[in-house]
């Protein structure tokens, strides 16, 4: 639970480059540990809100021969091709599903009981590829779980670092992710069996967009090795997704707050 909970907050805050985009970072392992709080919606779509609270962590090794293996805001990835800005990933990342009741302040799990009779969605691991140039990364992903997510989803980011001094550090983002309809069907459909328990009306949704969204995130070094962070992020569920009776809010915003030392 605790690998979860950083990446929960890796996503929310992750690490801002306090250098210029062109400059090559540096062989060998490097990380950064600290601990952090957030407020996010109960789940995807949910008019609810909850807190979360917990460690932060990030770690990289470097390699002049095998690239770069990276664990942090997208999961485990491989950058096993760097040719300049040029780069490509094998990737896996961890879905820790959905609850049909309330979760806990450390509990990363998104969970409402406004959503009681639907079932829970079970936790699954994705794999897949990426393949990066400069700021713009495109990720496809497919879930390997027989009991979890079903489906496959395509993630494309774009995140620009900027250095305003050699304290502190700005990170602008913008995502958007497809998904298949598996996907959907698991987190925003609802089966006739569902309907029959709950209030909510049966919906199949189709195949597209699941999101867009949009962050900004703040690091100042309050000393060589000690930084703290801010992020605040926007995202909007696309057509399908939002059409789905289980959203309260088409629109979703978050904030955290965390402090991290780098090694």
């Not at 293996?69 to 040719?83: C, K, P, S, T």
């Not at 009306?201 to 000690?226: F, H, L, N, Q």
């Not at 059409?243 to 030392?261: E, F, I, K, Q, T």
């Amino acid at each position: 639970m605790q690998a979860v909970l950083a990446a929960t907050f890796l996503a929310l805050c992750p690490p801002v480059q306090a250098q210029s985009v062109s400059q090559e970072p540096a062989y060998g392992f490097s990380g950064r540990i600290g601990l952090g709080v957030a407020t996010v919606p109960t789940y995807e779509g949910s008019p609810n809100r909850r807190t979360l609270a917990g460690p932060e962590l990030t770690l990289s090794y470097r390699s002049r021969d095998w690239g770069t293996v990276e664990f942090g805001q997208r999961g485990l990835i491989w950058n096993a091709v760097e040719a300049g800005r040029f780069r490509f990933a094998l990737v896996a990342q961890f879905d820790p599903g959905r609850k049909d009741r309330d979760t806990s302040t450390l509990n990363p799990t998104p969970g409402d009981k406004r959503l009681a009779g639907m079932g829970n969605v079970q936790a699954s691991t994705e794999a897949g590829v990426g393949v990066g140039y400069g700021p713009v990364m495109l990720v496809a992903r497919q879930s390997l779980s027989e009991r979890g997510p079903k489906g496959a989803q395509v993630d494309m980011t774009v995140e620009i670092p900027w250095s305003l001094s050699d304290r502190f550090g700005l990170r602008f983002a913008l995502g958007a992710t497809w998904a298949d309809r598996d996907y959907l069907q698991t987190y925003f459909g609802v089966t006739a069996a569902q309907a029959q328990a709950t209030s909510f009306s049966v919906y199949t949704p189709k195949s597209g967009c699941r999101k867009v969204d949009a962050s900004v995130g703040a690091e100042y070094a309050i000393a060589p090795r000690w930084k703290f962070q801010a992020n605040v992020g926007f995202s909007r569920l696309g057509d399908d997704s939002a059409a789905s009776p289980l959203v309260g809010r088409r629109n979703g915003a978050s904030a955290a707050l965390a402090m991290a030392y780098e090694f």
